[in-house]
């Protein structure tokens, strides 16, 4: 590292920043979920000479990185499709965590040698939850059908508590601290998953009643950057789950956000956390990439072949493990949801496979592996650490890039990316909406005064307008889409003389700004169906 640490921060920054811009550039222009990309340009730069050399620091994604970005997943994931899926979602972040962990300690008990069921099961703890930046930033992108996503990210949300809880006690075996009784495994379990949910929905309901009584862009787009730190630190302090805490407290206040943020506030913060999202997922995983030679630097004592094929050897299992609980596990989560009177059929073995197929790891797996720590007690070196951090990175990398690369043709193959029920879903409500619109207007004509009746008259042939695509046919679409290029063009003319008033110095640039705002919103709206 340089003399001036800061001076070597900031080239460290700016080189992720304009990695991270580049590749997503690329990944657009290829049509490939941009997480992979990063992951195997990363890769492929660590090797170059003269590309700094970056430490994954666990602490930093543990506290800087991961709570606003599990915040924003939990944000965006709709509280009724949560709870829909809440059997299904317990089955994932429960159930094929511990058979996971149980099947991976056995599988390197049988393929390591030296390798004893305590250390397969610290193995097996690191690498059994599936990442909630992964599935959000891949899943969404591949053309999943809608509830597969929404259970893949519910999954991913809750089950870290269930991972967490597993590591914490195969490290505990492994330095031989302690011998968990059941009383102690529940006592834990309770804490992890209660405090952490209690602490979230605390700190959520304080936000909801200060956020009720403001209404100011910047101070509530800062609150917004403030909770999920505020409730992950507020969680680790007493124990329990600090994603757990930002999952409850993003998923109460999205759900209630509609109450307090208004339309302005609503447009500024989403603006916001889209570049927030979009440059900490891109750190995410050119980290990830960029972390091989610190990883490969800390194994001495085996060849890079034999590495490599555990590497592939155990993500093989961890696939595999997946795909053998998918099928048994979903049908038996149906069956228990049509008891409790959820009239949804069981998915064909189609999409069981496709639920299989989709555990992508991400960088908390190997910031937990990099936390595991470096001595037992009595001082000797923690067992098999390096090559559970390099089985970690291997795992990471085969799924992310094999399972994410390979999602889209699987999908096509299946059968499964023909139109979803989401489209006409949003037709109907667009639909309900507009037709509510216009009858609240026919009533507010009707006992107005009537030479009022021309704002009113006005208003409901602007619904009608927008109503005319979502009717039963749509033969006025052509003439709406005229209208819409003919707007568009209107408002390249009105920029233009907003840009030629400033130049000739008859208009201050702030009187611009100004006018600009309005006529980039009333473009925005045109994007809408």
């Not at 994604?61 to 709870?83: C, E, H, K, Q, R």
């Not at 030479?451 to 009608?464: C, N, Q, T």
């Amino acid at each position: 590292m340089p003399h001036d640490p800061l001076h070597y921060v900031q080239i460290v920054y700016l080189f992720l920043l304009l990695m991270v811009v580049a590749l997503a550039a690329l990944a657009r222009r290829l049509r490939t979920p941009y997480p992979i990309v990063l992951v195997l340009a990363g890769l492929a730069l660590s090797f170059v000479p003269g590309i700094p050399h970056i430490a994954l620091d666990p602490q930093v994604v543990f506290f800087i990185i991961l709570p606003p970005l599990v915040y924003s997943a939990a944000w965006l994931t709709s509280w009724t499709a949560f709870s829909h899926h809440l059997v299904s979602i317990v089955s994932l972040a429960v159930g094929l965590v511990v058979f996971t962990v149980f099947g991976v300690a056995f599988g390197a008990r049988l393929g390591i040698p030296g390798f004893d069921w305590r250390s397969g099961l610290v193995l097996g703890s690191v690498v059994s939850t599936t990442d909630a930046i992964a599935a959000t930033a891949v899943a969404r992108r591949t053309g999943l059908p809608r509830r597969i996503v929404e259970m893949l990210e519910g999954e991913s949300l809750a089950n870290d508590a269930t991972g967490l809880l597993a590591l914490q006690v195969a490290v505990g075996l492994v330095a031989g601290t302690e011998s968990p009784s059941v009383g102690s495994v529940a006592w834990r379990i309770a804490l992890l998953t209660g405090g952490g949910l209690a602490v979230g929905l605390v700190l959520a309901v304080v936000v909801d009643w200060f956020e009720r009584r403001i209404d100011d862009g910047p101070i509530e787009i800062a609150i917004s950057i403030l909770v999920p730190y505020a409730a992950y630190l507020a969680a680790e302090t007493v124990h329990a789950s600090g994603v757990l805490a930002v999952v409850a407290a993003g998923l109460y206040l999205s759900h209630k956000s509609t109450h307090f943020y208004s339309a302005s506030v609503r447009l500024e913060a989403w603006a916001v956390w889209n570049s927030l999202t979009f440059i900490l997922n891109g750190f995410v995983f050119a980290l990830i990439g960029l972390s091989l030679p610190e990883v490969l630097a800390g194994i001495k004592d085996y060849p890079l072949g034999t590495l490599v094929w555990w590497g592939i050897l155990f993500s093989v299992i961890v696939i595999a493990l997946r795909l053998a609980w998918s099928f048994p596990a979903t049908r038996m989560n149906y069956f228990l949801r049509r008891l409790l009177g959820q009239k949804e059929e069981t998915p064909d073995s189609r999409q069981m496979f496709l639920i299989g197929w989709t555990g992508m790891r991400g960088v908390i797996a190997l910031a937990a592996a990099l936390a595991l720590p470096q001595t037992e007690p009595d001082g000797t070196p923690f067992p098999f650490r390096n090559v559970v951090v390099f089985l970690t990175f291997a795992v990471i990398l085969l799924t992310l890039v094999v399972q994410g690369l390979t999602l889209a043709p699987l999908i096509r193959l299946l059968g499964l990316g023909g139109a979803d029920s989401t489209q006409q879903e949003e037709e109907e409500a667009r639909r309900i909406v507009l037709d509510a619109a216009i009858s609240h207007l026919d009533r507010a004509r009707a006992a107005d005064r009537p030479e009022h009746a021309g704002v009113y008259d006005d208003l409901i042939r602007h619904a009608r307008e927008r109503l005319e695509p979502f009717g039963e046919e749509s033969a006025q679409a052509a003439l709406r889409a005229r209208y819409q290029e003919a707007v568009r063009e209107l408002l390249r003319v009105e920029r233009d003389a907003a840009l030629r008033l400033r130049d000739e110095g008859k208009v201050s640039d702030e009187l611009l700004r100004r006018l600009k705002r309005e006529l980039d919103l009333t473009e925005a709206r045109l994007r809408a169906p």
